[in-house]
C-alpha cells in the first residue's frame, strides 16, 4: 500500500467521526475526532483495513487553565502515522478501552489512566502499573497543575 | 549437529596470555577524545552563562562579582558533571575544554570535588563571603 | 501418610499449583522487576508481570528542562541503548525547528547507531547464552563485543553515553585514523560473528535448549504488536529502517533480516545476521562519508508544533512524540520503548513451557527494564485469575500441614 491509498482509506473510515482531518506532516494524519464513544469502531475499522497497528497512546494537558485534556491515539503502518485525538473534559475524562480489540493496549492506557486521571471504561486491571500502589488518589504526576517536589534546574 | 563447538577457542586460549589490564599498576594510554575534568580560559571568557544554562547536571555556576568590571567566578561542581561536554561546545568563545588526562577523580573529601575558576582575588572574595554565610 | 495425602488431594480434585515469585531483586533477573509463574510441575499455566521499579518519571522531568539538557536526560533512558534515543530526539527537535542536519552529521549518527546496534546484539548474545547455560560462548563473546566497546571509546570519549549527538549536529568527526581503526575492529569481529552463528545453529546441546522453544507464529507476533528482531524471528518484516528511512538510511539503505521460526533459536539468527547487516552498512559509510560541517546553527525557542519521530532501536521501534510551545522547554515528550510491546508476548509465551525455559524466553526478546519500567500484563488459562495472596499461600501451607485439608 503506498502512502496516498494508506490515507485515503483511512479517510473514508473516519471521516463521519471526524470533525477535522489534518496533515501536518506528508507522513501524518491527524483525525480530530468528535465523540470518545467512537473510539472503538473507528481503531476496529483502522485493524481490519490492515492501517496501522497501535503504536502508542500520548496523553496531553493542554495547560493549567484549559478544561480539557487531550488523548491521542498513534496508528502507525510502514512510514505512515494516524493520529485518532480526542478531546476529554478534564472535569471527568472518560474514553472507553481498547483491550477488546487490541489486548496490547493495556498497559497504555493504564498508564494514560494513573497519569492523566482519565477513566477508561471496560480496562480489564485497572490497578497501578509505573507508580506505587499507595500512591496517592487523585494524584496525576503528568498533568500540569502536578508541582509536589518539583526541582527547578 | 555438532558436540563442542567451542572446544577450538577454548585450547586456542590455553597459549595466551590473559587479556586483563593491570590497572592500576599499569597505566594504559587513554583514548584521546576521552572527557574529563573541565577546563577553563579566563582570558576568553566573557561570563554569557550558555555553559551553566545548557548544563544538564547543574554543574556550573556562575557567580557575577562586579558586572561592569566583568568579574566573576565560575564554580565547577565535579561530582554533578556527566561529562557530556555539552558546556564545550555550547561556548561561543571556545574558553572550555575536557582534558583527556585529568579523569582519576576519586577522592575520600568534598573539596576536590568543588572547583572555582577565576581571578585569583575574585576566589578569595567569593570563599570568604561564603565563609561569612556558613558562619 | 504421602500416599493418603495425595489421594486426598485427588478426591478434592485438585492439581497442586504453586506460584513461583521471581524478583524484584533476583539473580536470575538484571534489573528490578517482578514475576509471578504460577506452575503446575514443572509447567508453568500462568505468567503475571508487575514492572515499573526502575520508573524514574522521566517523562515529567523534561518539562523542566530545556531543550538542550532533555537531550542528555534522554540519553540515560537507558544504558545500552542510549545513543538511538538520543538520536530520536534531536531528529524529532529538528524536525520541528525546521533545522537542516548536515549530511555529514546524519551519516555520523547513523555509523554510531550502528556501532551501539553490535555492541548492544553482542552483549545480548552473550547474556542470552548465559541464560541457556552457554557459559563459554558467554565469556568469548563478551571478550570480543570490548572491540566495538573500544571502537566507540576512540570514536566518542566514552565507551556508553557516548554523547555524540548535539541539537543540530554532531560532537566527533571521523577522520582517517579512525576510520582504519573501525575497519579493522569490523573485520574481526565479522570473522567472530560468523563463528558464533555457527555455534548457535549447530551446536547439539545448545539446540536444545533454543530450537522450538517460545514459538511465535507471525500472526500471533502481529496480534501482540511485537517489535524489533522479536518480530522478525517471527517473519514479521518490521524494520523502520527499512520502512521508513531516518537519518542517513535513505543514502545507506538498510536491508531487513528475516527468519520465519519464531522460536529463540530463530531470534539468534535474526540478531547475529543483523550483526552483518551492521558491518556492510558501517563499511558503506565510511567509504562514502559526505564531505560538509559537523553542525548546524539550533535556535534556543523552537516555534510551536508536534512532531512525531520512529527509529529502529536494537531491540525494535522506538516511538518519540514531542511537543513545543514555543518556548526553550519542551511542553511535552512521550517515549514508547520496544521492551513495552515485546513484553506482553513473553507473558504469553511463558504459558505451557517448563519453568526452565523462562529465562530464555525473557531473554530471547532482549528485555530492556530500564527503558521499560512500566506495565502489567495478565494472561489467564482459565477464566478467572489463579494468583494467590501470599496470606492465602499461607493458609493454604498451614491447613495442607495440619491435615485441615481433607
Same mark, same amino acid.
Given at each position: 500500500?503506498?502512502?496516498?491509498?494508506?490515507?485515503?482509506?483511512?479517510?473514508?473510515?473516519?471521516?463521519?467521526?471526524?470533525?477535522?482531518?489534518?496533515?501536518?506532516?506528508?507522513?501524518?494524519?491527524?483525525?480530530?475526532?468528535?465523540?470518545?464513544?467512537?473510539?472503538?469502531?473507528?481503531?476496529?475499522?483502522?485493524?481490519?483495513?490492515?492501517?496501522?497497528?497501535?503504536?502508542?497512546?500520548?496523553?496531553?494537558?493542554?495547560?493549567?487553565?484549559?478544561?480539557?485534556?487531550?488523548?491521542?491515539?498513534?496508528?502507525?503502518?510502514?512510514?505512515?502515522?494516524?493520529?485518532?485525538?480526542?478531546?476529554?473534559?478534564?472535569?471527568?475524562?472518560?474514553?472507553?478501552?481498547?483491550?477488546?480489540?487490541?489486548?496490547?493496549?493495556?498497559?497504555?492506557?493504564?498508564?494514560?489512566?494513573?497519569?492523566?486521571?482519565?477513566?477508561?471504561?471496560?480496562?480489564?486491571?485497572?490497578?497501578?502499573?509505573?507508580?506505587?500502589?499507595?500512591?496517592?488518589?487523585?494524584?496525576?504526576?503528568?498533568?500540569?497543575?502536578?508541582?509536589?517536589?518539583?526541582?527547578?534546574? | 549437529?555438532?558436540?563442542?563447538?567451542?572446544?577450538?577457542?577454548?585450547?586456542?586460549?590455553?597459549?595466551?596470555?590473559?587479556?586483563?589490564?593491570?590497572?592500576?599498576?599499569?597505566?594504559?594510554?587513554?583514548?584521546?577524545?576521552?572527557?574529563?575534568?573541565?577546563?577553563?580560559?579566563?582570558?576568553?571568557?566573557?561570563?554569557?552563562?550558555?555553559?551553566?544554562?545548557?548544563?544538564?547536571?547543574?554543574?556550573?555556576?556562575?557567580?557575577?562579582?562586579?558586572?561592569?568590571?566583568?568579574?566573576?567566578?565560575?564554580?565547577?561542581?565535579?561530582?554533578?558533571?556527566?561529562?557530556?561536554?555539552?558546556?564545550?561546545?555550547?561556548?561561543?568563545?571556545?574558553?572550555?575544554?575536557?582534558?583527556?588526562?585529568?579523569?582519576?577523580?576519586?577522592?575520600?573529601?568534598?573539596?576536590?570535588?568543588?572547583?572555582?575558576?577565576?581571578?585569583?582575588?575574585?576566589?578569595?572574595?567569593?570563599?570568604?563571603?561564603?565563609?561569612?554565610?556558613?558562619? | 501418610?504421602?500416599?493418603?495425602?495425595?489421594?486426598?488431594?485427588?478426591?478434592?480434585?485438585?492439581?497442586?499449583?504453586?506460584?513461583?515469585?521471581?524478583?524484584?531483586?533476583?539473580?536470575?533477573?538484571?534489573?528490578?522487576?517482578?514475576?509471578?509463574?504460577?506452575?503446575?510441575?514443572?509447567?508453568?499455566?500462568?505468567?503475571?508481570?508487575?514492572?515499573?521499579?526502575?520508573?524514574?518519571?522521566?517523562?515529567?522531568?523534561?518539562?523542566?528542562?530545556?531543550?538542550?539538557?532533555?537531550?542528555?536526560?534522554?540519553?540515560?533512558?537507558?544504558?545500552?541503548?542510549?545513543?538511538?534515543?538520543? *538520536? =530520536?530526539?534531536?531528529? $524529532? &527537535?529538528?524536525?520541528?525547528?525546521? #533545522?537542516?542536519? +548536515?549530511?555529514? %552529521?546524519?551519516?555520523?549518527?547513523?555509523?554510531?547507531?550502528?556501532?551501539?546496534?553490535?555492541?548492544?546484539?553482542?552483549?545480548?548474545?552473550?547474556?542470552?547464552?548465559?541464560?541457556?547455560?552457554?557459559?563459554?560462548?558467554?565469556?568469548?563473546?563478551?571478550?570480543?563485543?570490548?572491540?566495538?566497546?573500544?571502537?566507540?571509546?576512540?570514536?566518542?570519549?566514552?565507551?556508553?553515553?557516548?554523547?555524540?549527538?548535539?541539537?543540530?549536529?554532531?560532537?566527533?568527526?571521523?577522520?582517517?585514523?579512525?576510520?582504519?581503526?573501525?575497519?579493522?575492529?569490523?573485520?574481526?569481529?565479522?570473522?567472530?560473528?560468523?563463528?558464533?552463528?555457527?555455534?548457535?545453529?549447530?551446536?547439539?546441546?545448545?539446540?536444545?535448549?533454543?530450537?522450538?522453544?517460545?514459538?511465535?507464529?507471525?500472526?500471533?507476533?502481529?496480534?501482540?504488536?511485537?517489535?524489533?528482531? *522479536? =518480530?522478525?524471528?517471527? $517473519? &514479521?518484516?518490521?524494520?523502520?529502517? #527499512?520502512?521508513? +528511512?531516518?537519518? %542517513?538510511?535513505?543514502?545507506?539503505?538498510?536491508?531487513?533480516?528475516?527468519?520465519?521460526?519464531?522460536?529463540?533459536?530463530?531470534?539468534?539468527?535474526?540478531?547475529?545476521?543483523?550483526?552483518?547487516?551492521?558491518?556492510?552498512?558501517?563499511?558503506?559509510?565510511?567509504?562514502?562519508?559526505?564531505?560538509?560541517?559537523?553542525?548546524?546553527?539550533?535556535?534556543?525557542?523552537?516555534?510551536?508544533?508536534?512532531?512525531?519521530?520512529?527509529?529502529?532501536?536494537?531491540?525494535?521501534?522506538?516511538?518519540?512524540?514531542?511537543?513545543?510551545?514555543?518556548?526553550?522547554?519542551?511542553?511535552?515528550?512521550?517515549?514508547?520503548?520496544?521492551?513495552?510491546?515485546?513484553?506482553?508476548?513473553?507473558?504469553?509465551?511463558?504459558?505451557?513451557?517448563?519453568?526452565?525455559?523462562?529465562?530464555?524466553?525473557?531473554?530471547?526478546?532482549?528485555?530492556?527494564?530500564?527503558?521499560?519500567?512500566?506495565?502489567?500484563?495478565?494472561?489467564?488459562?482459565?477464566?478467572?485469575?489463579?494468583?494467590?495472596?501470599?496470606?492465602?499461600?499461607?493458609?493454604?501451607?498451614?491447613?495442607?500441614?495440619?491435615?485441615?485439608?481433607?
Amino acid at each position: 500500500m503506498d502512502m496516498d491509498t494508506i490515507f485515503q482509506t483511512a479517510q473514508l473510515l473516519v471521516e463521519d467521526m471526524a470533525e477535522k482531518i489534518e496533515k501536518p506532516d506528508p507522513d501524518r494524519m491527524d483525525v480530530y475526532m468528535k465523540n470518545p464513544q467512537d473510539l472503538v469502531s473507528a481503531a476496529a475499522g483502522l485493524r481490519v483495513k490492515r492501517l496501522g497497528y497501535l503504536a502508542a497512546i500520548t496523553g496531553l494537558d493542554p495547560g493549567v487553565d484549559m478544561d480539557v485534556l487531550e488523548v491521542l491515539y498513534h496508528f502507525c503502518t510502514a512510514s505512515v502515522t494516524i493520529t485518532l485525538r480526542f478531546q476529554l473534559p478534564k472535569k471527568s475524562p472518560s474514553i472507553p478501552s481498547l483491550c477488546e480489540i487490541i489486548p496490547g493496549a493495556e498497559p497504555f492506557e493504564r498508564e494514560l489512566s494513573e497519569m492523566f486521571g482519565i477513566k477508561v471504561i471496560g480496562l480489564p486491571n485497572p490497578e497501578h502499573l509505573y507508580l506505587p500502589d499507595d500512591w496517592i488518589e487523585g494524584d496525576y504526576p503528568l498533568r500540569k497543575d502536578f508541582n509536589r517536589g518539583t526541582i527547578s534546574v | 549437529m555438532k558436540f563442542g563447538t567451542m572446544i577450538s577457542d577454548i585450547t586456542a586460549s590455553l597459549f595466551k596470555r590473559p587479556v586483563t589490564e593491570k590497572y592500576p599498576l599499569v597505566r594504559y594510554p587513554v583514548p584521546e577524545r576521552l572527557r574529563g575534568h573541565l577546563r577553563w580560559d579566563p582570558e576568553k571568557c566573557t561570563g554569557c552563562g550558555l555553559c551553566a544554562m545548557d548544563c544538564p547536571a547543574n554543574a556550573i555556576e556562575m557567580i557575577v562579582i562586579d558586572k561592569k568590571a566583568k568579574r566573576f567566578v565560575m564554580r565547577y561542581h565535579v561530582d554533578r558533571c556527566t561529562f557530556c561536554a555539552q558546556c564545550v561546545f555550547s561556548c561561543r568563545q571556545g574558553c572550555l575544554e575536557m582534558s583527556n588526562d585529568t579523569w582519576e577523580l576519586a577522592a575520600l573529601n568534598k573539596e576536590p570535588f568543588n572547583v572555582f575558576f577565576g581571578e585569583k582575588d575574585d576566589i578569595e572574595c567569593i570563599l570568604a563571603g561564603s565563609t561569612a554565610q556558613d558562619t | 501418610m504421602t500416599n493418603r495425602k495425595s489421594e486426598n488431594m485427588q478426591a478434592n480434585g485438585k492439581s497442586e499449583r504453586f506460584i513461583v515469585p521471581i524478583g524484584p531483586q533476583h539473580p536470575a533477573l538484571k534489573e528490578p522487576e517482578h514475576f509471578r509463574f504460577t506452575v503446575e510441575g514443572e509447567i508453568v499455566t500462568n505468567a503475571y508481570v508487575r514492572l515499573g521499579y526502575a520508573h524514574r518519571g522521566i517523562e515529567k522531568a523534561t518539562e523542566q528542562r530545556n531543550w538542550v539538557q532533555t537531550n542528555y536526560l534522554l540519553e540515560r533512558i537507558c544504558g545500552i541503548c542510549s545513543h538511538i534515543h538520543s *538520536t =530520536a530526539y534531536c531528529l $524529532g &527537535v529538528e524536525k520541528l525547528a525546521g #533545522v537542516q542536519v +548536515p549530511p555529514r %552529521a546524519l551519516a555520523i549518527r547513523t555509523l554510531v547507531a550502528e556501532l551501539e546496534r553490535i555492541h548492544s546484539h553482542m552483549l545480548w548474545l552473550g547474556v542470552a547464552a548465559h541464560e541457556a547455560g552457554f557459559d563459554t560462548l558467554f565469556m568469548y563473546s563478551w571478550r570480543d563485543r570490548e572491540t566495538v566497546m573500544d571502537i566507540l571509546e576512540q570514536l566518542t570519549g566514552n565507551r556508553v553515553n557516548y554523547s555524540a549527538n548535539l541539537l543540530g549536529g554532531v560532537k566527533y568527526d571521523i577522520d582517517q585514523e579512525i576510520a582504519d581503526s573501525i575497519l579493522e575492529g569490523i573485520d574481526f569481529l565479522e570473522e567472530r560473528t560468523r563463528h558464533y552463528l555457527e555455534i548457535v545453529t549447530t551446536d547439539a546441546l545448545f539446540l536444545q535448549r533454543t530450537r522450538g522453544v517460545g514459538v511465535m507464529t507471525k500472526t500471533q507476533a502481529e496480534v501482540m504488536r511485537a517489535v524489533g528482531p *522479536t =518480530a522478525r524471528a517471527s $517473519g &514479521v518484516t518490521r524494520d523502520i529502517r #527499512v520502512e521508513a +528511512p531516518y537519518a %542517513a538510511y535513505p543514502q545507506f539503505p538498510a536491508r531487513i533480516t528475516l527468519a520465519t521460526n519464531g522460536d529463540v533459536e530463530a531470534r539468534f539468527v535474526v540478531r547475529i545476521e543483523e550483526l552483518f547487516e551492521s558491518h556492510r552498512l558501517i563499511r558503506e559509510i565510511l567509504a562514502n562519508l559526505p564531505e560538509s560541517d559537523l553542525r548546524a546553527r539550533f535556535p534556543r525557542r523552537i516555534k510551536p508544533g508536534e512532531t512525531i519521530i520512529r527509529v529502529e532501536a536494537p531491540r525494535g521501534e522506538l516511538f518519540y512524540f514531542i511537543k513545543s510551545n514555543g518556548s526553550d522547554k519542551p511542553e511535552r515528550v512521550k517515549v514508547r520503548t520496544p521492551t513495552i510491546c515485546n513484553m506482553s508476548s513473553v507473558v504469553k509465551l511463558a504459558v505451557g513451557h517448563q519453568l526452565a525455559d523462562i529465562p530464555l524466553i525473557l531473554a530471547g526478546i532482549d528485555p530492556c527494564f530500564s527503558c521499560n519500567d512500566r506495565g502489567v500484563i495478565i494472561t489467564r488459562r482459565q477464566n478467572k485469575p489463579d494468583l494467590w495472596t501470599w496470606e492465602q499461600l499461607r493458609q493454604y501451607g498451614i491447613g495442607y500441614y495440619d491435615g485441615n485439608n481433607k
